[in-house]
């Protein structure tokens, strides 16, 4: 009896997202998320959360300024941003996403801008450059009314659910990947950006403004909240997987069985996010502790920026079409560890740019007292 081997081919495709793509992710869910903690203070005027919102502002405004140049260079050809616009395809999340974009970009702009022009026509009467940049930026010493703040800060959070919404399901759609393949994707994308939005506001307060106890303790409380959020729904797509309800989270636990290396991934994000919402859980009963927040804070910037480059990135590498897995080393160049290093160094120059030109830090005192 002749037997005969069939040998069957399946190409082996390049990934299709760089980490640029985790830059843009982790910074646009950093600058809704900090929009959110800007509300409280800024557009209801609770005084109690007046320095938190000032501190989320200026964090959502680097973030959202940065992030968008991350995505430009993760198309490859940054140049061709435009073929969004002439090609429009409004079943392509994508394209919804690039013209929601740029109007959540000048709604955010706007929105701080309202909010530190009357500490900038302070400074406009001072002398010097910064005085003068000052007085063409906030465009005269006319009054704003209250309720072009509000608008403008209503429109960036109407703006920021759509940004919310596309940037999870242009991920969850793809079917191809199991991994991405589910609805709580989106939900993840949105807690674990605003636990990364509070420790980033955290390390902001400890560095750059004398590290406030008030916006350290609601920081710390919105991580808890999160935390524990994150882990529900961590729960509950386990048990999508475990009883048979999602094919598709059955087929993602299927892609990764019997992988040590996924297997220690799952483990240490189990152990990172244990420490960090029972350290925040320690440092809010014990108010002596609160000055050492800095710590939760760097857990939950880290715990945001690892959870996407493990689905952005990680995922890439589990085979479609074969069994197994593919190698992935980050480059040094552009497209990978000098591409994450300098969009870091772009929005710390951002970052430092606005403490220099905006009082921002002049206004959080006044608040506070």
């Known amino acids: ?103 959540y970009l000048i709604l955010v702009v706007a929105y701080a801008w309202l909010a530190w022009r009357p500490a900038m026509q302070v400074q406009a009467q001072g002398e010097g450059w910064i005085a003068k940049l000052s007085g063409w930026v906030s465009l005269g010493q006319w ?42 994707l989106p939900v993840m994308f949105v807690l674990t950006g605003l ?51 999602s094919p598709s989270v059955e087929q993602a636990f299927a892609s990764l069985q019997r992988n040590p290396e996924w297997r220690a991934v799952a483990i240490y994000g189990l152990l990172v996010g244990i420490a960090l919402t029972l350290s925040a859980i320690a440092m809010l009963r014990r108010p002596g502790w609160i000055g050492r927040s800095w710590i939760a804070g760097l857990l939950a910037v880290h715990i945001g920026w690892t959870f996407r480059w493990m689905v952005l990135m990680e995922v890439q590498t589990v085979a479609k079409n074969t069994a197994g897995y593919y190698h992935y080393a980050i480059e040094a160049g552009s497209s990978g560890l000098m591409g994450i290093i300098g969009t870091f160094g772009l929005w710390l120059a951002a970052l430092l740019i606005i403490d220099i030109l905006v009082p921002w830090k002049k206004s959080l005192q006044a608040s506070s007292h």
């Open 1 to 103: 009896m002749n037997s005969a081997v069939i040998e069957v081919l399946a190409p082996r495709y390049g990934i299709a997202w760089y980490p640029w793509a985790v830059q843009y992710f982790f910074l646009i869910a950093i600058s809704y998320s900090a929009l959110l903690l800007t509300v409280p203070g800024l557009l209801f005027g609770k005084k109690n959360y007046e320095s938190l919102a000032k501190v989320a502002l200026l964090v959502t405004v680097s973030c959202t300024l940065v992030g968008p140049v991350a995505l430009l260079a993760d198309l490859h050809q940054p140049l061709r941003f435009w073929h969004f616009y002439a090609n429009l395809t409004p079943w392509s999340w994508m394209s919804i996403g690039s013209l929601l974009l740029p109007v």
């Open 195 to 245: 636990v990364a939005a509070a420790g980033l506001v955290i390390l902001i307060n400890r560095l750059m403004t004398g590290n406030d106890q008030e916006v350290n303790e609601q920081s710390l409380k919105v991580i808890v909240v999160t935390m524990i959020l994150s882990a529900l729904v961590a729960a509950l797509w386990i048990s999508e997987g475990i009883t048979g309800f």
């Open 143 to 184: 009054c704003a009314p209250r309720w072009m703040l509000v608008v403008a800060g209503l429109g960036a959070l109407a703006l920021s659910v759509g940004i919310m919404v596309y940037t999870g399901a242009e991920v969850a759609i793809v079917k191809a990947r199991p991994l991405w393949n589910t609805h709580w």
